[in-house]
């Protein structure tokens, strides 16, 4: 039987046990690191931006279209309670957009918060619908958020929904308003929501992309709301990591399809045990889906 000295005993029984109250030698990163789990309040880089947000956003999207969704629909009082449950739990992530109709909303729960603890991620909707004329920029567009939100910085804004290879020529003055922002410090980072396989591929190598938002599970295709099969995503998103692009998975419960607790499990350990994300977003409409989400995160083994 292999030696072990009193630290390594100690770690491994703490680490077994569950144990919240450790020798004052051994920290609880040493036994969170040998459990080998983590938890989605963590506070972590996102890639190369000099941005820490928690492992888990906050998503205000679901089944979001016309500046309306899910959340918008619970109404303000219930849209503040769950807001507020996440951000007291440790979430200090919000993913938004102009899709989805709640700056107002989160406006409402931030107003009273220190902007510091708090990351902003909002996108500009860039085709003309019957709801928006797009301005064909992002200055225009980022001075309404700021307004909508009452903030005068936004962390991270993304081109919504690029379903071609050809975005960054399509979209140039989108981008060019948008480097323009970030270089005056309105913004501080900028990407692109992709829901193509060649997009993400073009956004995973482009030197203008900082932040991408890719969809990711474990099970893959059109079924699951993703952009190819899991293996194809997997490495596009293993080259975007690699190039120094943050990585924020969303779909990761298959647009509300993995509704198993093995299936979100499993979709879990999928996403983070292979390195493909720096975080993930989740569109929970209660605060028990919060609690459970990050209850689930915090058992997720990683390697």
Same mark, same amino acid.
């Not at 902003?120 to 307004?147: D, Y």
């Not at 193509?196 to 190598?205: H, I, S």
């Given at each position: 039987?292999?030696?072990?000295?009193?630290?390594?005993?100690?770690?491994?029984?703490?680490?077994?046990?569950?144990?919240?109250?450790?020798?004052?030698?051994?920290?609880?990163?040493?036994?969170?690191?040998?459990?080998?789990?983590?938890?989605?309040?963590?506070?972590?880089?996102?890639?190369?931006?000099?941005?820490?947000?928690?492992?888990?956003?906050?998503?205000?999207?679901?089944?979001?279209?016309?500046?309306?969704?899910?959340?918008?629909?619970?109404?303000?009082?219930?849209?503040?309670?769950?807001?507020?449950?996440?951000?007291?739990?440790?979430?200090?992530?919000?993913?938004?957009?102009?899709?989805?109709?709640?700056?107002?909303?989160?406006?409402?729960?931030?107003?009273?918060?220190?902007?510091?603890?708090?990351?902003?991620?909002?996108?500009?909707?860039?085709?003309?619908?019957?709801?928006?004329?797009?301005?064909?920029?992002?200055?225009?567009?980022?001075?309404?958020?700021?307004?909508?939100?009452?903030?005068?910085?936004?962390?991270?804004?993304?081109?919504?929904?690029?379903?071609?290879?050809?975005?960054?020529?399509?979209?140039?003055?989108?981008?060019? /308003?948008?480097?323009?922002?970030?270089? =005056?410090?309105?913004?501080?980072? @900028? +990407?692109?929501?992709?829901?193509?396989? $060649?997009? &993400?591929?073009?956004?995973?190598?482009?030197?203008?992309?900082?932040?991408?938002?890719?969809?990711?599970?474990?099970?893959?295709?059109?079924?699951?709301?993703?952009?190819?099969?899991?293996?194809?995503?997997? /490495?596009?998103?293993?080259?975007?990591? =690699?190039?120094?692009?943050?990585? @924020? +998975?969303?779909?990761?419960?298959?647009? $509300?399809? &993995?509704?198993?607790?093995?299936?979100?499990?499993?979709?879990?350990?999928?996403?983070?045990?292979?390195?493909?994300?720096?975080?993930?977003?989740?569109?929970?409409?209660?605060?028990?889906?919060?609690?459970?989400?990050?209850?689930?995160?915090?058992?997720?083994?990683?390697?």
């Amino acid at each position: 039987m292999k030696n072990i000295n009193r630290r390594e005993f100690l770690l491994t029984a703490a680490a077994g046990a569950g144990a919240v109250v450790f020798p004052s030698f051994i920290t609880k990163a040493e036994v969170s690191k040998q459990a080998k789990t983590f938890c989605g309040t963590d506070l972590v880089p996102l890639g190369q931006t000099g941005i820490k947000v928690s492992r888990l956003a906050q998503g205000t999207g679901f089944n979001g279209w016309a500046r309306q969704s899910d959340h918008t629909r619970l109404g303000k009082d219930a849209f503040s309670k769950l807001l507020k449950h996440s951000i007291s739990s440790g979430i200090k992530f919000i993913d938004m957009a102009d899709l989805y109709g709640t700056h107002p909303f989160v406006k409402e729960v931030i107003k009273d918060l220190p902007r510091k603890d708090l990351v902003l991620l909002t996108k500009i909707w860039v085709r003309k619908e019957n709801w928006v004329t797009p301005s064909g920029g992002a200055i225009e567009e980022i001075n309404r958020f700021r307004s909508e939100l009452g903030v005068d910085t936004i962390d991270i804004c993304l081109i919504h929904c690029v379903t071609d290879d050809k975005w960054p020529d399509t979209y140039k003055r989108v981008r060019d /308003e948008l480097s323009e922002l970030k270089a =005056k410090g309105t913004i501080r980072a @900028v +990407g692109v929501s992709c829901h193509d396989l $060649g997009a &993400l591929k073009v956004a995973a190598t482009h030197s203008w992309t900082d932040v991408i938002f890719a969809r990711i599970n474990y099970k893959g295709g059109q079924d699951y709301s993703m952009d190819g099969s899991a293996e194809e995503v997997a /490495e596009v998103l293993k080259i975007a990591r =690699k190039n120094g692009k943050a990585v @924020v +998975g969303m779909k990761i419960f298959g647009a $509300g399809k &993995l509704v198993k607790p093995e299936e979100k499990d499993e979709s879990l350990k999928f996403v983070f045990s292979n390195g493909l994300v720096d975080a993930i977003t989740v569109g929970m409409l209660s605060p028990q889906q919060v609690d459970d989400t990050l209850e689930r995160m915090s058992k997720t083994k990683v390697a």
